[in-house]
């Protein structure tokens, strides 16, 4: 049986396979994020409420399109917070763990 840590490095591996350097690692996991993540979703960032809206990577960052009542900003990935369970949403929990050698 996989367990959490085996499977998350096994999304790592799927996600960069073939990748030569950090931004095609990042543009590798952005393909995955695109392929797999449900748009638009709720979050939030910093406490705020926040609707994520699109997703976008310019090679040194993978960034979102976030919404709420003042307006539109464009964020890192890695700055939002998802609290309901969204379709895709381990792609995020993989990036983190790559992006931050976060322990999930």
Known sequence: MMNDSNLLDQLI???TVDCYDE?????GF???FEDNLQMPFAATIGGRKISVIKIDCDGKMIKVL???ELGQIWVDILDIEVGEKVRGLNWLNVYRK??????L
Request: charged content about 40%; some cysteine.
């Open 30 to 32: 952005f393909t995955m």
């Open 66 to 68: 976030v919404q709420d």
């Open 13 to 15: 591996e799927e996600a």
């Open 98 to 103: 790559r992006e931050q050698g976060t322990n």
């Open 23 to 27: 931004e095609e690692c990042r543009i």
